[in-house]
């Protein structure tokens, strides 16, 4: 049996491990755009701080039977003759396909595409030009335009460093995408006393260079200066190779509980890919790490021959920022159902149910297993009798009674 796989990351990698050991025979080739060996692309942010200490320590362990071609950029799909073509003038024939190609950032503004100082931070090389970026300039302050997860994870990696940074947010709040109000003032907060500025209601018109740094010209005229700009505001799946082939696509490719896309033998695993949520029953893009890892581990399960379910998917976020930890899952940035929350020094908690169920959560500052929460929304654990205990951030595994095999690690 013939296996492609289009994309190297976390989703790639892991698919050609689980493919390595159900089928030792089969031949493996992994296709990937980039010409650097795969890496942690979640680690990017501790590679700015320096937490990671040696760059080695970024890079993925490759399968060992694997074919990875690194340089190659799938540009096309012939799902009749099943062969891939790549930009570098390459074709692959397949028998079962997998893409795994992730996500790309999305830039709003056309007019701040192709600035030499306008940065994203998706890839080892983004990265690399940031912190080149930092070094060559004579003013030490990154401009953050947006405050979604991305840019508030390099202010965190800014503010070890000692260099303030500037959100430029339209939204006019951090996390607008996974907490409500309150919490992004927890956010804000704790943001302002590492030496992040916060800027609302404002976005960016232009970016004009001068010497080595940026001048940053702001919807309202205000300008300011900044090494550069890194532009936050999410990301949109990588898809557009797909555009002549049958594969239906809505913003990710559109996969079933078996990770099959529309097309026969072809799956689709990670970023890439929107399937259903548990709490909202609707397509979403669950762009997880842990979600690509065990969508891959699925996909490559019933290309050899299984049919083995993924279940529907939770969304949430754990994330360290400014010495606070910040924990959400399901609903969280709006009031929905029953909603209980409270507030206490550096501290804000709240949690929805449902019908005695967790539908979603926020807490920053503390929490003792986040794991359970995610365990109790995903099996759906009637919680009405712990209510005091979840607000608290303080349930844990014994008050269920749970099988072991239903408990999840974030
Ligand atoms: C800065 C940062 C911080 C993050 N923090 C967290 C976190 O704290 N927790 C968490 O769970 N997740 C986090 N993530 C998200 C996590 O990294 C992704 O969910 C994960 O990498 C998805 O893996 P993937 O294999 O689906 O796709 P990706 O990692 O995006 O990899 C896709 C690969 O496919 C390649 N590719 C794209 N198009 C083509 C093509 N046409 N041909 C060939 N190859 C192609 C790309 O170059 C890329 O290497 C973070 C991401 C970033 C960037």
Redesign the pocket.
């Known amino acids: 049996m013939r296996y492609l796989i ?7 990698l892991n698919a050609a491990r689980t493919l390595e050991s159900l089928d030792p025979q089969g031949e493996i080739t992994i ?4 010409e650097v060996f ?1 890496y942690s ?2 680690s ?2 501790y590679l700015l701080s320096n937490k990671l200490k040696k760059r080695d320590y970024l890079f993925l362990p490759s399968p060992s039977k694997a074919n990875l071609m690194l340089g ?4 096309d799909i012939d799902v009749e003759r099943k062969k891939v073509e790549t930009g570098q003038n390459k074709t692959f024939s397949y028998d079962k396909l997998l893409i ?4 790309e950032p999305y830039v709003p503004d056309m007019e701040l595409e192709g600035s030499p100082l306008v940065l994203t ?3 080892l090389s983004d990265m690399d030009k940031l912190k080149d970026k930092l070094n060559k300039s004579d003013v030490k302050r990154v401009i953050l335009s947006g405050a979604g ?2 840019n508030s ?1 390099i202010a965190d990696a800014l503010a070890e460093l000692n260099i303030p940074g500037t959100f430029v947010i339209r939204s006019h709040r951090m996390l607008s995408q996974i907490v409500d109000e309150e919490g992004s003032e927890f956010i804000a907060e704790r943001a302002r006393e590492n030496g992040m500025e916060l800027i609302t209601g404002e976005s960016i018109a232009k970016v004009q260079e001068e010497g080595d740094h940026a001048n940053i010209f702001l919807t309202s005229g205000k300008v300011i200066q900044g090494s550069c700009v890194v532009v936050g505001k999410g990301v949109r799946p ?1 898809i557009d ?1 797909l555009e002549r082939t049958p594969i239906k696509c809505n913003t990710g490719i559109l996969v079933n509980e078996y990770m099959e896309t529309s097309v026969k033998d072809v799956y689709a ?4 890919t929107e399937s259903k949520d548990l709490i909202s029953d609707e397509y979403e893009m669950h ?6 890892m065990e969508q891959s581990r699925i996909a490559a399960t019933n290309m050899v021959g299984y049919s083995w379910k993924y279940p529907k998917e939770v969304s949430r976020n754990i ?1 360290n920022l400014f010495g606070e930890v910040v924990f959400t899952g399901g609903i969280s940035k709006e009031d929905a159902y029953e909603v209980y929350k409270e507030k206490e020094g550096r501290s804000y908690h709240k949690i929805l149910v449902r019908d005695g169920k967790l539908v979603g959560f926020i807490f920053v500052g503390s929490v003792l297993n986040p794991g359970v929460y995610l365990a109790a929304m995903k099996n759906q654990w009637d919680v009405s009798h712990l209510l005091n205990e979840a607000i608290k951030g303080a349930l844990s595994y014994s008050m269920f009674k749970a099988p072991m095999r239903e408990v999840v690690n974030i």
């Open positions: 289009v994309g190297a990351s976390a989703a790639g296709l990937s755009a980039e795969p692309k979640m990017l942010p190659q950029r799938v540009v795994t190609t992730g996500a931070v998706r890839n997860l991305v994870e990588s190779f695993a990670g970023d890439v762009a997880l790490w842990p979600v690509a994330v």
